[in-house]
């Protein structure tokens, strides 16, 4: 059964180092018509449900733990009875989200996590946070990146726990070998591709 990709976009704030910003972020759910996974947990439960479309839910798969990205997972979690996976290093990003509350299941590097006849690999991606990972699709032919690479250029890298040489060589490392073409669906805006941020960065 073919795997396809959802989307939607969910509103509402962000908040690190005692600053609140409003936010658009997108959500994205990569799956078949049984099951799917779904990447972030933003803002609304109600919005991301109407992403899933009534399917099984296999994980909950955080690509970082500011609270715009998994502000909804527990809720998520609780009605979809399905395990939040985070990699462990965003742990005090995490711990600000939901200090009472703990994710399931650790993400690591290389680890492959299957959706209906799919491989979806997972890419340890630090800078943007330190446990960032971005969920990569060769079958698809795109990349699932948080807010470790946008339309233009590497995610931000001002607020604690973010550090810019370290997603530039994240980025370098682990996205510019994926093919050029390769489809980049973001935390936040529009798409781009490899080749097109290639370029941007230089
Ligand atoms: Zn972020």
């Known amino acids: 059964m ?3 990709v959802d989307h939607g ?7 690190l180092d005692g600053e609140t910003h409003q936010v658009d972020n997108n959500v994205w759910v990569i ?9 972030d947990a933003p803002h609304s439960v109600e919005d991301i449900l109407a992403v899933v479309g009534g399917r099984r839910v296999k994980a909950i798969v955080c ?5 715009d990205h998994v502000g909804m997972a527990p809720a998520l979690r609780e009605i979809v009875r399905a395990p939040i996976l985070l990699h462990p290093d965003d742990r ?16 690591s590097d290389g680890q492959v996590i299957e959706i209906g006849d799919t491989d979806v690999t997972v890419l340890h991606t630090p800078g943007h946070a330190p446990g960032a990972v971005c969920l990569s699709v060769p079958s698809l032919g795109c990349v699932f990146t948080g807010d470790t690479l946008f339309q233009g250029g590497p995610g931000a890298t001002g607020r604690s726990f973010s550090d ?3 997603i530039e060589s994240s980025i370098r490392a682990k996205l510019f070998p994926l093919p050029g073409e390769t489809v980049v669906h973001t935390g936040h805006g529009d798409d781009t591709t490899i080749a097109a941020e290639v370029s941007n960065l230089g």
Request: glycine content about 4%; some cysteine.
């Open 2 to 4: 073919a795997v396809r």
């Open 9 to 15: 976009v969910t509103s509402g704030t962000f908040s």
């Open 31 to 39: 799956g078949d018509d049984q099951e799917c996974l779904v990447i």
């Open 63 to 67: 690509t970082h733990a500011h609270d």
């Open 92 to 107: 005090p990003l995490w711990e600000l989200a939901h200090p009472d509350d703990l994710w399931d299941a650790d993400l």
């Open 164 to 166: 810019r040489p370290t």
